[in-house]
């Protein structure tokens, strides 16, 4: 059964940079966008970019200037950095893998990992 | 950017009874669009994918509508485990958005 599983620091200083590690386990890593979605505490979904396993990438432009994915296909893992973060970026940040489900040709996010709560605090 | 209003954004129900909640795009999406939910505690899961279609798995309770701007999630009779928040999500251009969520309380 594939499982993302991910990590990272849960509490930053602002002006840091936040970063997550999110690993595939049990199945492919190729053919996939591979996503971060955040939720602030009480609130909706956020989406926040993805990676191809080639390395192409979407970036919400909200958080384009401050946003770095990259994948590391030879650990069919991926990563998330966003810089110079502030309160605001408080929220459980969660990978997820967005594929081609079922019989049809459009891609959803389909496979999520637990979730990071990240507190940004000084 | 394209973006996707659903109500109600709360809901009281009682199990057995039909619930519908509603997403509008601002723009049409033909029929990208997905359905998610969400239980206190725990990532989202995929419920209904390309506006109508079942994710595996999921029972047949649960329906999806609609096209262009204007989508429905139709829950037929609503159980226990279907207490959780529903967000719907476009697909059809970037950047990816979220309807704000609907929330389902048990009456």
């Known amino acids: 059964q594939v499982q993302l599983q991910q990590w990272g620091a849960g509490l930053l200083r602002p002006s840091e940079t936040l970063s997550l590690t999110c690993a595939v386990y049990?199945?492919?890593?190729?053919?996939?966008?591979w996503s971060w979605i955040r939720q602030p505490p009480g609130k909706g979904l956020e989406w926040i970019g993805e990676i191809y396993h080639s390395g192409s990438t979407n970036y919400n432009p909200s958080l384009k200037s401050r946003l770095t994915l990259s994948v590391d296909t030879s650990k069919s893992q991926f990563s998330l950095k966003l810089s110079s973060v502030t309160a605001t970026d408080t929220a459980v940040y969660y990978c997820?893998?967005?594929?081609?489900?079922?019989?049809?040709?459009?891609?959803?996010?389909?496979?999520w990992g637990r979730g990071t709560l990240v507190t940004v605090s000084s | 950017d394209i973006q996707l209003t659903q109500s109600p954004s709360f809901l009281s129900a009682s199990v057995g009874d039909r619930v519908t909640i509603t997403c509008r795009a601002s723009q049409d999406i033909r029929s990208y669009l997905g359905w998610y939910q969400q239980k206190p505690g725990m990532a989202p899961q995929l419920l209904i994918y390309a506006v109508s279609t079942l994710q595996s798995g999921v029972p047949s309770r649960f329906s999806g509508s609609g096209s262009g701007t204007e989508f429905t999630l139709t829950i037929s009779s609503l159980q226990p485990e279907d207490f959780a928040t529903y967000y719907c999500?476009?697909?059809?251009?970037?950047?990816?958005?979220f309807g704000g969520g609907t929330k389902v309380e048990i009456k």
């Open positions: 999500q476009r697909l059809n251009s970037y950047p990816l958005t």
């Open positions: 997820a893998r967005r594929g081609i489900v079922g019989a049809t040709t459009d891609w959803y996010l389909d496979l």
């Open positions: 049990g199945g492919s890593f190729s053919g996939y966008y």
